[in-house]
């Protein structure tokens, strides 16, 4: 097992950061570490809308999920259809020129961070990756 596919499975520290290796040594480790990797690309989002969509076509989500925070809360909560030890979500095209409203973003970062918060008190990893783009560097210290 490589180092990083080691360092994945430590609860302690998953968290929200800036992806600094290849996204194809990420996808090799995460699937050494058998953990789901979700990718969404940020580079074409106009709306919650978008963003929605796509993360719910990312993490395979089922039927009941709706368009709203609430329910990108709820699925990422749940995960109960990709059961595994722990979970990677690669936020691609994520920089300063994503053209998300700046509310939706600051929203999107509030319910990640509390996304891995829910999983480490399950004792599980949950990861977040940014490429090309901003980490929550203001939001880290929130993370137990």
Known sequence: MNS????????NEAGVHQLNC???ELRASA????????????????????LLTELAQAIHAPDWFGG???AMADALNDLS????????????????QQSLPVT?????QEILLDTVVFWKAEGKPFWVFFVEGKTLEKCQSRIP
């Open 68 to 70: 709203n925070w609430d």
């Open 4 to 11: 990083l596919s080691s360092r994945l499975k430590n609860i």
């Open 81 to 96: 259809w990709q059961p595994a030890a722990g979970y990677i979500l690669v936020l691609h095209n994520s920089g300063d």
């Open 22 to 24: 290849t996204v194809d």
């Open 31 to 50: 699937a050494q570490a058998q953990f789901p990797l979700f990718e969404v690309d940020m580079a074409q989002l106009q709306s919650k809308g978008d």
């Open 104 to 108: 939706d973003y600051s929203i999107m």
